[in-house]
């Protein structure tokens, strides 16, 4: 809860996703005066649980990010705070995990599969592919790429590490998938930090919660930053059809993908380093289609990479409860190019394509289809992205610096460790709100 105004200080924060939230919520409970410029029509950003399927009103389907990735993020902490349910769904490159187990342990018990040229094979610990996946990498000294570290193993593995890596962290080739982030995973982190959980229910707790500790902000929708001015004493913001707000300090929390596109004008321009920065950090497409059936139609085949001609690349099954009722909810999820290539099609042909993906793996569930949603995250408005990926070591931080004790930098891309998830901008936001007040409000915060 906000402790008090201090009117002597305002800043306006721009991007009301969860990084912009969590600045206002740190700014605000310092007593700060809080404006959020929100370009779309609500709030959350690329958190968004939404009623998808007209048949459940009800029912809040994922669009965008679900999971909780580590017990270290504030995404975890803030669940635990509030008492929200969480459910332990797997967890990945855990030294704790024995060897064989290293690259990915199912928490449910259902090992998960691959499918290559039309087999479904398993992708569990005792898996021909997973084992060749760990001896590979226990070779890997030197290598630079994923591809260079997979130099020699059957095509399948080869395959199956493009389904699981490089589509989950939206690289487009193996070649592009950077060494050191398979040392980082496979070298093990401790259980908690690799761990993830998703929210029993929906995501919709997030965003009551920062629409509840966000209440002393003043918070303005449909409200698109063009233009930010940041010369004189003061920082004039211009938003919508030209109405300008004059405020003190600029948390910048959109993203990336707004600032590579150069949709908001600074005035100075940023700086010519900085925009090198911002243009080098790596973003991916990401597309989530969501298909609806009347009963189990997986089995216990419940997550599935799909290695071979596919539509979409990985198949996450969900039983979803409400009260006495069972959901059964299937998503598909692809970045990269994958994504790209599905773009092209209207929702009705994707979900078409997908449920025909879904007949070779679960044959004949499609007569127990009811219905289906696609979203493409390239295609949104003030978004243009999925998440951003990999980026040259230093860029992260170029790209986050305050400048000039005038502006600050939050959002997911901004987060050197976890970029790309919900806990990594949560956290992005905190640390550029105690950015602000470490530079420029200790002292007037006294005197509030
Ligand atoms: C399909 C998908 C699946 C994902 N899965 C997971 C997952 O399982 N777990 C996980 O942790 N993370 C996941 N993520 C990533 C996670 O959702 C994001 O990293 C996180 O939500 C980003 O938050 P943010 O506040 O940095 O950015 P955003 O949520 O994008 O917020 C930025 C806000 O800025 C607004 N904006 C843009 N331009 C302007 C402007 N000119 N003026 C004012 N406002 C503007 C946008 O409308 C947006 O609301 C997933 C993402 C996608 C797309």
Not at 158 to 182: H, K, M, S
Not at 312 to 326: H, L, P, T
Request: aromatic residues 8%.
């Amino acid at each position: 809860m906000p402790k008090r105004q201090c009117s002597k200080h305002h800043t306006i924060v721009v991007g009301g996703g969860v990084a912009g939230l969590s600045a206002a919520q740190s700014l605000l409970e310092r007593g700060v005066t809080v404006t959020v410029l929100e370009a779309g029509p609500r709030l959350g950003g690329r958190v968004w649980p939404q009623p998808v399927f007209t048949s459940l009103p009800d029912l809040h389907i994922e669009l965008g990010g679900e999971f909780i990735h580590g017990a270290h993020t504030g995404h975890f902490k803030l669940a635990q705070e509030k008492g929200w349910e969480m459910e332990y769904i797997y967890e990945w490159f855990s030294s704790n995990l024995p060897q064989q187990d290293k690259i990915y342990k199912n928490k449910g018990g259902k090992p998960p599969s691959v499918s290559i040229g039309g087999t479904v094979l398993p992708f569990d610990s005792h898996s021909a592919i997973s084992k060749e996946l760990v001896s590979a990498y226990e070779r890997s000294e030197g290598c630079k790429t994923l591809d260079e570290v997979l130099k020699g193993c059957t095509e399948e593995t080869r395959a199956a590490a493009e389904a699981f890596f490089c589509q989950t962290d939206g690289t487009d080739t193996l070649d592009e998938y950077p060494c050191y982030y398979v040392d980082e995973m496979l070298g093990g982190g401790d259980e908690g930090e690799m761990s993830n959980y998703r929210l029993k229910g929906s995501n919709c707790g997030i965003i009551s919660h920062y629409t509840e500790v966000t209440r002393g902000a003043q918070i303005l929708l449909s409200s698109p930053v063009t233009r930010v001015e940041y010369s004189g004493g003061s920082v004039k913001v211009t938003h919508s059809e030209g109405e300008v707000l004059v405020c003190d300090t600029v948390i910048v929390a959109v993203p990336i993908s707004v600032l590579q596109r150069r949709s908001i004008e600074f005035s100075p321009p940023l700086p010519k380093a900085r925009l090198r920065a911002i243009d080098n950090v790596n973003i991916t497409a990401a597309s989530k289609i969501h298909i609806r059936f009347s009963c189990n139609v997986w089995g216990d085949r419940n997550l599935i990479l799909c290695a071979d001609n596919r539509f979409c690349s990985q198949v996450w099954c969900k039983e979803i409860r409400a009260g006495d009722k069972v959901y059964y909810v299937v998503t598909g999820f692809c970045t990269a190019k994958v994504s790209h290539a599905m773009e092209v099609y209207n929702e009705k042909d994707c979900v078409r394509a997908m449920l025909l993906q879904l007949e070779t793996l679960y044959p004949g569930c499609g007569q127990h289809y009811i219905e289906g949603h696609a979203i493409h995250w390239s295609k949104q408005p003030y978004v243009n992205m999925g998440y951003s990926a990999f980026a040259a070591d230093g860029e992260r931080e170029v790209v986050r610096s305050p400048l000039f004790d005038k502006l600050y930098f939050a959002g997911e891309a901004t987060n050197l460790v976890d970029y790309g998830t919900i806990g990594g901008a949560i956290d992005s936001g905190t640390r550029a709100a105690g950015e602000l007040v470490e530079h420029v409000l200790k002292d007037i915060l006294i005197d509030c």
